[in-house]
């Protein structure tokens, strides 16, 4: 597992877990723009998959974006004061909270289901046109996969075996619809078939499984053997958004029964069972409450766009004589 410690991989997951929950905080004073979705429980696969890319890789993400752009290499600086408008941000605050790209990390997101698909396959084949072995990595959900731009996607990244990962975050929901509801088969990875792909599905709260994976799915695409289409199994433990009733579609029960399976109490267990002590663990939370104390001070201090800059990118320069209307 590219020599990374179970220790390491809980650490890069708590970091998340703890960055979601200020995120939320932010979100209910008002200091986030545009939607916010909360994203705990689904750390594994952020770690496992997005932290596995290599700096040149290309990542895409979906409107659940944030914690896959941190495990994928952009900074907490540049994520958090893009969801709250700020110019620090990694699009000068001109994205909010799930539309934004971090083009010196190769990371890009967007909240249109399923969008982000077509355009992985686009990223892949010029890859392959450059004949690089750089590899893309398109994150979507169980509900993208009922898109019609899902299929495109495979279906031509199958035909012309680019170097892209489609990783499907299968969370149990699309909204407020449990996936039972909207998907015909039983495994999402089984729509593989239709492609003549692997048909791979993985315990996405496990984040071992999910870096073994990873790593190996990536070595073999930078080989040619791509594409892929794994299905990660992990479950939204929050509402689809901050303030979501939750309640006309799945039980409080429910919920506390799958959070004895999130991807923190897995790993803990398993780090203890080895014999790590507790107390080394429960001491990784000082240093990270501290980090993100500071860059949530920092951030409410960053500046948002004045005017010109926020338009900077809609509008093209005046040339010489036209009449700028505002
Ligand atoms: C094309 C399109 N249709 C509908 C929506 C509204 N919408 C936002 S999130 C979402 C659910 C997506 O579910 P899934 O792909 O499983 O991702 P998850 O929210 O579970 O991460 C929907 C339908 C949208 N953003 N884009």
Known sequence: MSGVSLKNLYEEMLLLRRFDKLSMRLKMKDLIYSGYHPTEGQEAVAVGFCGALRDDDVLLSTHRPHIHAVAGGCTME???????????????GLGGGMQYVDPEHNFYCGSVVGSNLPIATGVA??????????????????????????????????????????VCENNGFAEAMPVEEFVACKRISSRSRA?????????????????????????????????????????????????????????????AEKKQEEPLVRARERLLEQGTDAAELDALEGPIKERLDALSEWAVEQPFPTLEQAIDNVYIPLTEGEVACR
């Open 78 to 92: 540049a994520v958090l004061t893009e969801m709250m408008g700020r110019t620090t941000g990694c699009s000068g």
């Open 125 to 166: 084949m010029a890859m392959k046109q450059q004949g690089s072995d750089r590899v893309c990595m398109c994150m979507f959900g169980d509900g993208a996969s009922n898109t019609g731009s899902f299929h495109e996607a495979l279906n031509l990244a199958a035909i012309w075996k680019l170097p892209v990962i489609f």
């Open 195 to 255: 492609y003549d792909l692997e048909e791979i599905s993985i315990d996405g709260n496990d984040v071992e499984a999910c870096r073994a994976t990873a790593d190996d799915l990536i070595e073999r695409t930078r080989k040619g053997e791509g594409p892929f289409l794994v299905e990660a199994v992990t479950y939204r433990i929050r509402g689809h958004y901050v303030g979501d009733p939750e309640k006309t579609y799945r039980t409080k029960d429910e919920v």
